[in-house]
């Protein structure tokens, strides 16, 4: 009953940029906060990025000074933008958001996006 639809991966050359959205739809009463993980090969998903109702954020420290998150509530769409993209952030990006429906208004559940794939490579 919740969707989270993600945008914007793709193949770009070391050095460039690409911005991914992620826009969530459905049942939601409020979304406590919404972020980004990554997941490579063979490895594990990690965080990248999150961002809270309020605005606050937390990086990896692999992709500080270099990956912008922001929100846009009235949307419930939440951007990452990534610059200076190196080989090593190749992966497949996941969106994610801890949100309260209108079915549940006592506990928030996780949701998770499809994954859209981002290459970095010349």
């Known amino acids: 009953q919740v969707q989270l639809v993600e945008s914007g991966g793709g193949l770009v050359q070391p050095g460039g940029s690409l911005r991914l959205s992620c826009a969530a739809s459905?049942?939601?009463?409020?979304?406590?906060?919404m972020g980004w993980y990554r997941q490579a090969p063979g490895k594990s998903r990690d965080l990248v990025s999150t961002i809270t109702s309020s605005g606050f954020t937390n990086y990896a420290d692999s992709v500080k000074g270099r990956f912008t998150i922001s929100r846009d509530n009235a949307k419930n769409t939440v951007y990452l933008q990534m610059n200076s993209l190196k080989p090593e952030d190749t992966s497949i990006y996941y969106c994610?958001?801890?949100?309260?429906?209108?079915?549940?208004?006592?506990?928030?559940?996780?949701?998770w996006g499809q994954g859209t794939q981002v290459t970095v490579s010349s």
């Open positions: 994610n958001a801890e949100i309260y429906t209108m079915t549940n208004v006592l506990r928030s559940d996780q949701y």
């Open positions: 459905g049942n939601i009463r409020s979304i406590v906060a």
